[in-house]
């Protein structure tokens, strides 16, 4: 367990885009100041204690026309997985066809994130 | 040579252009799509981050997800889609438009039409525009183009970047650099302020610790064969302070500072083109000043949602079935004018009593701002805007009850911002 | 005699070397033409304003103003043989004092001693006639309705055709460092450690002509660069003049002046600074102001905001004043083509010219071909041709039909045509077709040419150079080095949530 932490966060909540000051203690209890709305608190919770973001990348495919097609994750993943799912996407390298919306890589480091094509390629 | 006849063409099948055919073709008129690239969907195929489609799809999307969903219905209508064409020539006379077209496959196509949409898009502002000093090395790209050759071809231009403008595609462009492993020393603003959106600086920057300049600007690039380095010099009070100019050692410079609308076309058809929009001016159904010729996007304006983009495009869509049918009256159109701190408002025209879109631009940051809707002198109605900023459309639906006639021609609308 | 030797090497193919070559290609000599850039005209001659001057500008006495008049009278017959685009749009030097009204005077005088075809002095009247644009303060001014505008790249790279159609051998990438001078053959040695050998060589280097004539023990002479920013604007621009308009000259140069591009575009410049550096292409904002108030003040309507790009070159100046031509008395068969500035390109026909009978003198044997073929095929430019001929041309070649550059209106099978010419650059293409050229300079095309390039060369696409040497345009795949590795395993933060 570390100490107490403290961060500066912009909040992403609404567009009011608060600047959070968030501590937390024991890496659990964590007080948020500077929110002018209670979206403030969970959002400095999240962004401090487990911060997570989709992310969006292009693997590679054996087509000549289109030699990559992109992908996303289908829900935010936590942000120190997101280059070692990176890494992973980069060795990939996929078969059309290809349908916008099938999953490359399911259930993802046992985060329940998925991640799925976004743009069909034929055959 | 072939020539075809449409009631209606549509040029440019990006968003705009699908959800325009789209509207066209469920009014049950023959409507022809025709493009240069090799797909349809245009720019949204290179922009696979997501964020698109929470208005339109009620869904967050990436880009080429909303172009797939939109392209599904452009083909299961039937519209007829001409790829890799390229429309050279757009001429209007005696009610007939005619587009000269050219593809590998059909060779010159003459299309004929009554009814022609303008959905060309935009190009993006490049050094040239902005005069940045310095050498002409290679490694001097648009965020746009850099965008592409990542994200289409998997190429990526350089390692150590420096990008200037902090509008939405470049800080979009300052992660996926950073995702693919290269290394984004910096973005350098002109402006005090970002130009875009505070949930990008946020994942786009700070995730990655990139050093946003703001009040600076790229004084000189150096590099005889590829990018050396920039001087990065502060303004204050809105004049460079060299003396303060600081260096950063880098071989790519992305630019990212504006788009501008694509119209060169519009202007060979005689369109009459807005200073303040850079695209044609339109009256209230968005037809341009060649009767019959209509405009929505970003070839009209440049937006920043493409759900907006879709949204303008419908309803222009829905002009021109109104003006196949011969529905679109002669009623008589006020004037829309830029007040107090607004940049522009499209359309440029409005009718008494009937529904409108505006869409406008500020050029003043505030908190909370309110729009003024002005005439004959007077305020006819108000509205609370928050979080008012260039960056972000104005984009509100005037009522037509609070928009009655005038006496006589109808008073000329102000839309201002305080 | 040894087979392979050259009877002339030519140093330097920019618009002066790519001449002279042309010229002696007519001859049975074994020719060749050596550039130290990837391409032909990637020196001074690329930024070259593409004026066809009158010849009014310079003393009747000068070495400069004859061959500015006998070279401006060669242009419509290179035009017909060539094909490379030139109009005769006429000169006009426009006056906006009586001060100025004198010095019009005598440029006036210069002309008609120096024999200028058809050159008036016009009153403020007929001046704004000729040409309505122009800021109504003029007072009147000078009209020299022989002046004309041309790519100069085109023209340089259709010389080059032309002279490599009738045998000459052309050498890129070739940056004479050394040469030795034995029984009467040079031995010219390259920074690839090439070799050829000449009989007779030309020094027409440009910016360099200083540093390749100490290289042969030639004369010693400096070339100072006089460094000249231009700005070009988009097409259908509000201040395109009908003629090429100047200030009333100054003693270092003839002034900002505005000039309609003979492709529809529009320059103004070019400023003239003298620089150290040769390599310096330099622009700074500060010339912008300058340039564009000297420009405005002629032309009003003028804008900013059309400027599509600006670029920067130097005049390889010298002094005295006059071009350098002659045989040189210091390096056996060595001729001096040095300090060529304005008019250089005016001049470089009758230079060639020149320079052909200048080798006589020096005793090379010039036999006319029988052979020699004066024409080259003429380019097809689709943005030129009627919807009917653009369609018969897809026909012949589909690539015709498919448009690469939608500003210039430039289509694959030109692109294609001049890759197998030998323009695999970025800025190769560009000069030849005018692919990357137009408004958005470059931001849709140039990925698809350099696929193109790519393909039609069968290099990796990563190999690609916007113009030779480093100029890399791109540095990796996904994922490049120095990231995108993954954190060793991420560390096993328990999370407890509030």
């Known amino acids: 367990m570390t100490a107490a932490t403290e961060q500066e966060i912009i909040c992403l909540g609404c567009p009011n885009g608060c600047h959070l000051h968030c501590t937390s203690k024991k890496g659990h209890a964590v007080d948020v100041t500077g929110n002018k709305c209670d979206r403030g608190v969970d959002y400095g919770r999240e962004e401090l204690l487990d911060p997570k973001r989709v992310v969006t990348a292009v693997v590679k495919t054996t087509s000549s026309e289109l030699p990559y097609v992109p992908v996303r994750t289908t829900a935010p993943l936590v942000k120190p997985l997101i280059p070692e799912l990176l890494h992973e996407l980069y060795q990939q390298h996929v078969t059309p066809p290809i349908r916008s919306g099938n999953p490359l890589i399911e259930n993802f480091r046992n985060t329940g994130v998925n991640v799925i094509f976004t743009r069909s390629i034929a055959e | ?418 | 005699m040894k087979k392979d030797v050259f009877d002339v090497a030519i140093i330097g193919a920019g618009a002066v070397g790519a001449s002279i070559l042309r010229r002696l290609s007519a001859y049975d000599l074994k020719l060749a033409l050596l550039e130290k850039c990837t391409d032909v005209c990637f020196g001074v001659s690329k930024a070259n304003s593409g004026i066809i001057h009158a010849g009014f500008h310079h003393p009747v006495t000068s070495l400069k103003a004859r061959l500015e008049i006998r070279g401006n009278l060669m242009f419509d017959q290179l035009q017909h043989e060539l094909g490379f685009p030139f109009k005769r749009v006429g000169i006009i030097v426009a006056a906006f004092s009586y001060e100025e009204m004198k010095t019009v005077e005598q440029l006036y005088e210069q002309g008609v001693a120096n024999g200028v075809p058809l050159i008036e002095v016009c009153g403020r009247e007929r001046l704004l006639m000729l040409e309505p644009k122009l800021n109504p303060d003029t007072v009147g001014g000078l009209y020299a309705p022989t002046g004309g505008i041309i790519e100069p790249y085109r023209y340089v790279f259709a010389l080059v055709e032309s002279a490599k159609q009738n045998g000459a051998e052309v050498k890129t990438d070739f940056e004479v460092v050394s040469a030795k001078h034995n029984d009467n053959v040079y031995t010219i040695t390259s920074s690839r450690k090439e070799k050829i050998q000449a009989r007779h060589v030309i020094n027409s280097a440009g910016l360099f002509a200083d540093e390749v004539s100490a290289i042969f023990g030639g004369e010693v002479f400096t070339i100072t660069p006089r460094k000249g920013e231009e700005y070009l604007l988009e097409r259908n621009a509000a201040g395109f003049p009908n003629h090429v308009i100047f200030p009333v000259p100054s003693r270092v140069s003839k002034g900002i002046l505005v000039i309609p591009t003979v492709e529809g575009t529009m320059m103004v410049g070019p400023t003239a600074i003298e620089v150290n550096d040769k390599d310096d292409s330099e622009t700074s904002s500060d010339n912008l102001d300058k340039v564009f108030a000297q420009a405005m003040y002629m032309i009003p309507v003028i804008s900013k905001r059309e400027i599509i790009t600006s670029f920067a070159g130097s005049r390889a100046t010298m002094p005295g004043n006059d071009f350098y031509i002659g045989i040189s008395k210091s390096a056996p068969h060595f001729i001096q083509v040095a300090g060529i500035q304005s008019p250089g390109l005016t001049a470089s026909p009758a230079i060639g010219e020149y320079v052909k009978d200048l080798l006589k003198q020096d005793g090379l044997r010039l036999t006319e071909k029988t052979d020699y073929e004066p024409f080259i095929p003429h380019e097809t430019c689709v943005r030129e041709l009627s919807p009917a001929a653009l369609d018969e041309k897809v026909k012949e070649d589909p690539l015709y039909g498919h448009m690469v550059c939608r500003c210039e209106s430039v289509s694959e099978a030109e692109i294609v045509e001049a890759i197998r010419k030998g323009h695999t650059t970025l800025d190769g293409i560009k000069f030849y077709t005018r692919a990357g050229m137009g408004r958005c300079q470059g931001g849709f095309c140039s990925y698809r040419v350099m696929k193109i390039i790519a393909r039609e060369t069968g290099r990796p696409i990563e190999e690609i150079t916007k113009r030779g040497g480093g100029s890399r345009l791109l540095l990796g795949k996904i994922p490049v080095e120095s990231g995108a590795r993954p954190s060793p395993k991420p560390k096993k933060k328990s999370v407890k949530y509030a």
């Open chain 2, 1 to 418: 040579m072939r020539e075809l006849e449409y009631e209606a063409i549509v040029i440019g099948a990006g968003a705009a252009g699908m959800a325009a055919a789209l509207r066209i073709a469920e009014g049950g008129f023959r409507v022809a799509l025709v493009d240069r690239e090799d797909h349809l969907g245009g720019i949204l195929m290179q922009c696979i981050h997501n964020g698109f489609g929470l208005h339109w799809f009620k869904q967050e999307l990436t880009g080429p997800e909303f172009a797939e969903r939109l392209a599904e219905k452009v083909v299961a209508a039937g519209i007829d889609i001409f790829l890799n064409t390229t429309v050279m020539d757009f001429s209007v006379s005696n009610g007939v438009k005619t587009l000269i077209a050219c593809n590998s496959e059909q060779g010159v196509i003459q299309f004929n039409a009554r009814a022609v949409v303008l959905a060309m898009g935009c190009r993006e502002r490049n050094r040239g525009n902005i005069g940045i000093p310095g050498t002409r090395p290679a490694g001097i790209f648009t965020a746009g183009l850099a965008q592409r050759l990542i994200n289409v071809d998997g190429y990526v231009p350089g390692k150590r970047v420096v990008i200037i403008g902090s509008g939405d595609i470049g800080l979009i462009m300052a992660r996926r650099l950073s995702w693919v492993g290269a290394k984004v020393l910096a973005v350098v603003e002109i402006l005090p302020h970002p130009s875009g959106i505070t949930r990008n600086i946020v994942q786009c920057l700070h995730d990655f610790n990139i050093p946003l300049y703001l009040s600076h600007i790229v004084s000189r690039i150096e590099g005889k064969d590829r990018v050396e380095a920039v001087t990065i010099t502060p303004l204050e009070g809105g004049t460079p302070e060299h003396s303060k100019s600081f260096r950063i050692e880098c071989d790519t410079v992305l630019l990212s500072v504006g788009l501008i609308p694509e119209n060169e076309l519009s202007k060979k058809a005689g369109v009459t083109i807005g200073h303040d929009t850079g695209g044609p001016k339109v009256d209230a159904h968005l037809m341009t000043s060649a009767e019959g010729v209509f405009a929505c996007g970003n070839v009209l304006h440049v937006h920043d949602l493409v759900d907006f983009v879709a949204d303008e495009s419908t309803r222009c869509g829905g002009y021109v079935v109104d003006y196949l049918r011969d529905q679109i009256g002669e009623e008589k159109q006020g004037a829309v004018t830029a007040g107090a701190n607004v940049r522009y408002v499209v359309p440029h025209r409005y009718v008494p009593g009937r529904d409108t879109h505006f869409s406008l631009r500020s050029i003043i940051v505030k908190d909370r701002g309110t729009l003024l809707i002005k005439r004959q002198g007077a305020v006819i109605k108000k509205k609370t805007v928050q979080h008012v900023k260039p960056a972000e459309m104005i984009y509100f639906k005037m009522r037509g009850s609070d928009l009655p006639a005038t006496e006589g021609d109808p008073a000329p609308l102000e839309i201002a911002l305080e």
